[in-house]
């Protein structure tokens, strides 16, 4: 033991304790004993004037809450109730903590738990207000100081006496390529410039030269603006001003983009902002320059077979991606003397001249098409765009960019017409079958209110018992010229002209007028379009129909595919709960054909699911589609819902259909779609036996 230790080991141990109390007593430090028990064994002066204590309050004994419910009333902080925050603070084991406390007077207080060897702990507890006032203060000023010179519109930057960085701004280091992390207060001029020239960001000068000039400029005792021409291409303007202390001061603002505002509006006006390829204007100039020159040239129209697609289910980030992608290859497979010109959404053009002979624009279109077949990376997964082109050669095909470019979509048409993912060079024949399909479209428009429409129904019986549920709607169309039209060669058109949804309309109130004089055991189901759905008055139409046949809700049946859940699935969803609100029966119908229909069934309970008549064409002889019927029929079972077969043609298909637990059929083996007539006099009038028999036979 040293000399030291024998000291304080001969002081009389009472004293000790006296000395120990009264300097724990003049801490700074708040400090509070308490034992396993949660009551206080001992607490210091400043904690009791912290919180405005007697000592009678923090005598031994006194249990933890009491203190805990003290600092409550005087304002403490907390979340949730005040009850449960004592019960927390004083039940279970004494943990290590810290934390800050604030009070409603503003005051802020530190707090740090020790647990003890008995299962008591220690508290201490500092008031940090003014400290934290002062931090406060002080990180408010340099982030004002901060925001105020990183957003002056210019560089930045002051020097000392010794030509030594003292601060800059990041638009200073961002405007000449430096290493932020080696920009640093005290950084010697010298450095920058080095750093600088390794950057490129310097005149056309050797840095000797350079060291030379900027040397004299700093120092002048006079201010001094420079315009500097830099060697990648950007123009600067440098305002140097001389501090009292012999330092200086010195903007630095970037005038490129004054001086090269001309060329950039001019590229704009000619170029697509994304994929910064022609736009319309440029391709007009160019193919103005082709016919000038009086060669062979060709025009081909690209339109991207799954842009939307994509659009659809990866996002409009994605879609544009995408688009630039498409622009990159396109930019590898044309010649120098070509023009690639986006025409909006996902349309291109290319302009190639001059060409030999039209096999040469052939082979270019095989190249392209193989192309955009191949993969693009997007979003950490590969998606595929495929292209379909028309093509039209100049000038057989049209002596004016008008007319060949018209031509070059009518080929186009032609190739998206013929499956996709092919080229169509232009013939005068499309010409002709556009204006056949003009004329069929005003036909069209004016057949609802000629009333040219007529629906026919089909049966859809029960498996097991023979017996007729219902029947499902479908359209015809009764030409005054060309006789009856099946709906798959007008209902498309209809979609795309926008006469679906008044023509949709018909048909639920002409279904649901019909399907009232049937007996009430039997449902009509009428199928929705995805473009009936993107208009947003379609359940009132479903209400009015209901209402004026006096047709009960139960009775009827929409059947959707999933294709109308890809365009707009919330807005989808709320409709089609609301139509199930009122007791109509919904039907997802072309199951297993699409990429998600088991998410689908998850989204909404549909009432139905109809397995596609392509698995049942080969049930009986094929075991894969068989299973598939198995696995959809199991599938609607276990979630309570019917699975109807469509497309039911020989015996040996309703046995295995039957067998394996389907609800209802529907095909040519019970009947064809007829007339409504037609239906009640070959159905309806003998009811159910009639059918039965008509069953068992098959």
Known sequence: MDGRDRQVGDIDPLVLGG????????????IILFNGRREVVYCNRRYMDMYGLSPEQVRPGTPVGDLIQHRLKLGLKIRGDADAYVRTRTEGMVVSERA??????????????QPLPDGGGMATHEDITEREELSTRLQQRNMQFDIAINNMPHGLCFFDASHRLIVCNKDFID??????ERVRPGTPLSDIVDMRFEAGSVPAMTRDEYMKWRTGVVGSAEPIDSIIEMRNGRTFKVRHRPMPDLGWVATHEDITEQRQAELRIAHMAHHDALTDLGNRALLNQRLAQAFASEQKFAVHHIDLDKFKSVNDTLGHHAGDALLKGISDRLRRLVRPGDTIARMGGDEFIVLQTPIGEAGEAASFAKRIIEQMAAPFEIDDGQTIAG?????AVAPADGTSPEQLLRNADLALYQAKSDGRGTYRLFEPAMDAEVRSRRALELDLRKALAGGEFELHYQPLVKSQTGEISGFEALIRWQHPQHGLIAPNNFIPLAEEIGLIVPIGEWVIRQACRTASRWPKHLRVAVNISAAQFRYAGLAEVVVGALAASGLEASRLEIEITE?????????TLAILHRLRSLGVRIALDDFGTGYSSLTYLQCFPFDKIKIDRSFVRDVATDAGSLNIVRAIAALASGMGMTATAEGVETREQLERIAAEGCTEMQGYLFSRPLPAAEIERRFLSLEVPALRDRFAAA
Do not use: T
């Not at 000395?19 to 708040?30: K, R, S």
């Not at 405007?175 to 932020?180: N, T």
């Not at 294709?563 to 807005?571: A, F, H, P, T």
């Open 19 to 30: 000395l120990l109390e009264q300097a724990v007593n003049n801490l700074w430090l708040g």
């Open 100 to 113: 800050v406390q604030e009070f409603a007077d503003g005051r802020i207080v530190a707090y740090a738990v």
């Open 387 to 391: 292209a379909s082109i028309g093509i």
């Open 175 to 180: 405007m000449y390529g430096l290493p932020p």
């Open 563 to 571: 294709s109308v859940l890809l365009q707009d699935k919330e807005g």
